[in-house]
T-cell receptor
Framework: AQKVTQAQTEISVVEKEDVTLDCVYETRDTTYYLFWYKQPPSGELVFLIRRNSFDEQNEISGRYSWNFQKSTSSFNFTITASQVVDSAVYFCALVGSGGYNKLIFGAGTRLAVHP | DTAVSQTPKYLVTQMGNDKSIKCEQNLGHDTMYWYKQDSKKFLKIMFSYNNKELIINETVPNRFSPKSPDKAHLNLHINSLELGDSAVYFC??????????????FGPGTRLTVL
C-alpha cells in the first residue's frame, strides 16, 4: 500500500522564522515520484516541486528548499525567512510506478505565518 | 490564458438534484482527473481519463459519472445529490506518455454545497 504521512497538522511561526514541514512516505515501488503542492487561503492547488526516486539531490528555489532522503523515506520542505504570504496548507503527495499516475496525498500541514 | 479551468466555481443546490461540473484544459495534456477535497482538507482521487478512456475509477458511488467528450474536457455529473457530497472538487491534467509520470496541474476547484 502507498501512504503519505504529514504528522504536523498545524504550524504557527512568526515572520522571518525558518520552518520545516515533514513528509514521510511508504511505497514498495522502486520508481516513484514525490510532489509538494501549496493551497493558499484562496483555495487553488499550486504545484511547487516534483522529484523522482532516483534523484536524491536536494533542491533550492529561492526561500524554498527540499530534502529528499530515501533511507528514511522522507521528503521534507523548508521555508527560510518565512513571510505572511507563505501562510497556506501544504500537501506532500506520491505517485507510484503502477498507479496510473494516481496522486496519493498526505493530510496536509497548515502553516500560519504571523507578522 | 487559464491552464485548467472549471465551471462553476461555486454550486449550491438542494438534496436530490442533479448537477454537473465542467473542466477544460488548454495545456495539450492527454490525461485528466477529478479529485475530491473534503471538509478536513483531505484530497482523494475519484476518476482519471487518458485520451478519453477511463483508467482510474476509485470507489465512488454510481451517482457520480465522468464524461470526457475529448482530450481537453472532463465533466463530472452527479445524480441525486446528498449532503455528504458537499466538498471541493478539483479537476487536474497531466501528460502521461510512454509510462512517464508528469506533474498534475489543478483547476481552481468547485465548491459544492448540498442543502
Amino acid at each position: 500500500a502507498q501512504k503519505v504521512t504529514q504528522a504536523q497538522t498545524e504550524i504557527s511561526v512568526v515572520e522571518k522564522e525558518d520552518v520545516t514541514l515533514d513528509c514521510v512516505y511508504e511505497t514498495r515501488d522502486t520508481t516513484y515520484y514525490l510532489f509538494w503542492y501549496k493551497q493558499p487561503p484562496s483555495g487553488e492547488l499550486v504545484f511547487l516541486i516534483r522529484r523522482n526516486s532516483f534523484d536524491e539531490q536536494n533542491e533550492i528555489s529561492g526561500r524554498y528548499s527540499w530534502n529528499f532522503q530515501k533511507s528514511t523515506s522522507s521528503f521534507n520542505f523548508t521555508i527560510t525567512a518565512s513571510q505572511v504570504v507563505d501562510s497556506a496548507v501544504y500537501f506532500c503527495a506520491l505517485v507510484g510506478s503502477g498507479g496510473y499516475n494516481k496522486l496519493i496525498f498526505g493530510a496536509g500541514t497548515r502553516l500560519a505565518v504571523h507578522p | 490564458d487559464t491552464a485548467v479551468s472549471q465551471t462553476p466555481k461555486y454550486l449550491v443546490t438542494q438534496m436530490g438534484n442533479d448537477k454537473s461540473i465542467k473542466c477544460e484544459q488548454n495545456l495539450g495534456h492527454d490525461t485528466m482527473y477529478w479529485y475530491k477535497q473534503d471538509s478536513k482538507k483531505f484530497l482523494k482521487i475519484m476518476f482519471s481519463y487518458n485520451n478519453k478512456e477511463l483508467i482510474i475509477n476509485e470507489t465512488v458511488p454510481n451517482r457520480f459519472s465522468p464524461k470526457s467528450p475529448d482530450k481537453a474536457h472532463l465533466n463530472l455529473h452527479i445524480n441525486s445529490l446528498e449532503l455528504g457530497d458537499s466538498a471541493v472538487y478539483f479537476c487536474a491534467s497531466s501528460q502521461v506518455s510512454g509510462g512517464a509520470t508528469d506533474t498534475q496541474y489543478f483547476g481552481p476547484g468547485t465548491r459544492l454545497t448540498v442543502l
